[in-house]
């Protein structure tokens, strides 16, 4: 069974920096592709960053020029830095990974990892 597994979150004060981690299987790394998702109490899911199998990014407005996604495949693992942190960004941030076969899909979820900036 494939599984993800994010590490990293935290409570940090306005204006500091939190990276998370998330590790999964040679199989997804090989050609899935990932993103970082959040949800605030009381509101919907959302994206936050996705990357391609190839490394190509892309970013909700609202942490444009704070937040980094980045993987490493050999390493098998994704990322997320996050700087300038502010009180909206408090969410649970969850790891996400997907791949289009002709017909279906098949993705999976992180568990979840709590992000508090507060302070």
């Known amino acids: 069974q494939e599984q993800l597994v994010e590490s990293g979150g935290g409570l940090v004060q306005p204006g500091g920096s939190l990276r998370l981690s998330c590790s999964g299987s040679?199989?997804?790394?090989?050609?899935?592709?990932m993103a970082w998702y959040r949800q605030a109490p009381g509101k919907q899911r959302e994206l936050v960053a996705s990357i391609t199998s190839g490394g190509t990014t892309n970013y909700e407005e609202s942490v444009k020029g704070r937040f980094t996604i980045s993987r490493d495949n050999p390493r098998l693992t994704m990322d997320l830095q996050m700087n300038d942190l502010r009180p909206e960004d408090t969410a649970i941030y969850y790891c996400?990974?997907?791949?289009?076969?002709?017909?279906?899909?098949?993705?999976?979820w992180g568990q979840g990892t709590q992000v508090t900036v507060s302070g």
């Open positions: 040679p199989y997804i790394f090989r050609q899935y592709e």
């Open positions: 996400y990974a997907d791949f289009k076969f002709p017909g279906s899909i098949s993705e999976f």
